[in-house]
């Protein structure tokens, strides 16, 4: 149904206009870019708001990094374990793992995941984390979560 204020609308020229808002998902103050853009309802331009969140940019918002192996709270026998993590693919970038916040050590990349091959290790129980490393200058783009171990 078409009324009067819509063919008001309709008259209306493409807007864009910025807003401070709160993002929920970041739970901070940002910007918020809205654009009014002309839809055609029944034969008459109509205005419809298309609303953007124009979010603080990561290095490489799409980047992902999950420890898959060991699983949380597992418990390792032997001499050696090969440890897999799954991340995003990015040539530009790699993967380290670290022990109880120890040093990093580089992964290698085969078959769509990282890989650390791991031997010599004591008895104990373990942290582990995982971490995106961009390669041009070095900087840290995404951290996993800890991931908690035990080996006998």
Known sequence: MVTKQTKKVAKKEVKTSVKKNVCAKKKEVVEKKVKVAPVKIDSIKVEKKV????????????????????????IINGSAYVLRIGASHDFNAYVEVSFNNGEWNLCRFASGYWWYDWAYFQ??????????????????????????????
């Open 51 to 74: 609303e953007c969140c124009a979010q603080k940019q990561e290095v490489n918002n799409n980047s992902y990094i999950l420890i898959d192996y060991p699983v949380e709270n597992d």
């Open 123 to 152: 008895p104990g129980k373990f942290t582990l984390r995982a971490r995106i490393v961009s390669a041009g200058d070095g900087k840290v783009i995404k951290m996993s979560d800890v991931r908690h171990f035990k080996v006998i």
